[in-house]
C-alpha cells in the first residue's frame, strides 16, 4: 500500500493531533503518501484533501483539538454520501484510511469499508470513553484530568461558603468522566446513568454530614444521569443546604493532552499504519490490559456496555 489518508470525525477529543502525527510520520518513515482530510467525513465527501509531511504535523503534539478539523456528518449515513466519500478516495489514488473518532466515526469506518471494499482503520478518540470494546479512549484521561482541576477550585468556593456543590460534567450516557474524577477528586457523592441513585438517601446523608461538622459536600453528576437543576432542587428542599450547580461543559473537550493521551495516540497510530502496510482487514483499535489490539467492527458494535461497579463501590466507601 502506498498511498494513505487520514481525518478526524465527531467531537474533538485532546490527543487527537498527537495521534494524526503518529499516523503522519509512521507512514512516512514507510515511503508511503499520506493525505489529510479536513473537516472529517463531511469533507472527504467534498474531497478536502491535502498532502501531508513530517513539517505539516510539527509542534502539534501539545495541542488540543484537531489541526484537521472535525465535524458532524449525516449525510455519511446514507448510501450517496458514502459513495461520494469512496469517489474522493479513488480520485486521489488512495488505498487505505485512518478515522479518528467516536462510535458514530467508527459506525461510518464499518459502512464505508463494507459496502465498497475499502480498508479504513478505526481509532477510538473520545472524551466519554464510551466504547466498550477498549479500556480507554484518546482524549479520556485528559478529559478526567481537567475536570480534577475544577473539583479542587470548587472545593475552595465551597468551604468557604458552607454549600454543597452539584458540578455536571459530559459522558452523555457512560459515567466514566464522572467515577473516574469524582474518586481522584474525593468527591461526597457519584451519579451516573448505570447506577440508580436515590435522592432521599443522599439529602439525609448530606443533613447528617452538617450536623456532625461536615461544612460542605461536592456531588459528580454525569449528564446522562438527570437532570442537574432539578436535582439540585429536591436536595435543598430535603436536606435544607444550599446546593450551587456547575455545569463544565465544552471546557472538558480542551486542552493539551496528558502524557497518557499522547502515549496511546501514538501507539494506536503506529498500529493503524502498520495494519495498512501489512493490507490486513478493516478493524477497530484499541487497548485491553495495556495491550493494543484489534477488533472487527461487528464486535465493536457487539461489545456488551460496561461499567466498573467496583470502582464505584469504592468511590461510595472512600468518600463519605
Known sequence: MDRIAVLTSGGDAPGMNACIRAVVRTALNYKMDIYGVNRGYAGLIKGELTRLNTRSVSGIIHKGGTFLNTARCPEFKDEEGLKMAAEALSAYGIE????IGGDGTLRGAKDLSE????KVMGIPATIDNDLAYTDYTVGFDTSVNTVLWAINNLRDT???HDRVGLLEVMGRNCGDIALYAGVAGGAEYVLVPEIP???????????KSYLRGKTSNLLI?????GDAD???KIIEQKSGAGVKV???GHIQRGGSPQMFDRVLAARFGYKAVELLMQDADSCAIGIRDNKVITVSYEEVAKAPSRFDKRLYD???ILNL
Open 96 to 99: 487505505g484510511l485512518v478515522v
Open 115 to 118: 459496502k465498497f471494499g475499502i
Open 158 to 160: 465551597f468551604h468557604s
Open 197 to 207: 441513585y436515590d435522592l432521599d438517601k443522599i439529602s439525609a446523608s448530606i443533613k
Open 221 to 225: 453528576l454525569a449528564e446522562g444521569a
Open 230 to 232: 432539578e436535582i439540585a
Open 246 to 248: 456547575t455545569k463544565f
Open 314 to 316: 469504592i468511590a461510595h
